[in-house]
């Protein structure tokens, strides 16, 4: 079992998450905030990108809007959510530390090239979720950490710019 975060886009049940935390599932389950359940399923995903676009059977969801990513600066304050170890609706802050960063993660075969890199922290079950400015406007979909033995997980996401490219 396996467990990830993902953002709904749209009120009809569109959802947008990492292809890592779909990818070679047999059922996707989508729990929301008020513990409600639904099976989604897969309507595209891109391995080299790390995104997938998942749909659950809804009407008038709530969902987050979208920023410009591109207009997004280095220590712009930011909040990464999710859930962590599969704890429900977690929130951290963090500051915007680099942009366009190309950490070469997935290798050669990635074509996501400009990560935004925050220090919010960004653990296990945050993969999918939005890192969403001050206003609440998604402005990357987390996706990875890196942690070394003497640095401190850096997290990254993918920009919504990316991400709005692809599921449009």
Do not use: C
């Not at 429900?88 to 190309?102: D, E, F, M, P």
Request: aromatic residues 6%; charged residues 20%; proline residues 4%.
């Amino acid at each position: 079992v396996a467990y990830g975060s993902g953002v709904v886009i749209s009120p009809d049940g569109y959802i947008v998450t990492n292809n890592h935390v779909v990818e070679g599932a047999s059922k996707i389950e989508v729990t929301f905030n008020d513990k409600h359940k639904r099976t989604a399923t897969i309507i595209g995903n891109d391995p080299s990108t790390d995104l997938a676009l998942i749909k659950v059977d809804a009407k008038d969801l709530e969902f987050l809007t979208f920023a410009d990513s591109d207009e997004v600066k280095v220590g712009e304050w930011v909040l990464a959510v999710g859930n962590p170890f599969n704890l429900t609706s977690t929130v951290t802050a963090g500051i915007v530390s680099a942009k366009a960063r190309n950490i070469n993660i997935l290798g050669d075969g990635s074509t996501i090239e400009s990560f935004i890199q925050t220090d919010a922290a960004i653990n296990p079950g945050n993969s999918g979720g939005p890192l969403l400015n001050i206003n609440g406007e998604v402005i990357g979909i987390n996706s990875l950490k890196l942690v070394e033995d003497t640095i401190e997980g850096m997290g990254f996401a993918i920009p919504i710019s990316d991400v709005k490219d692809l599921i449009t």
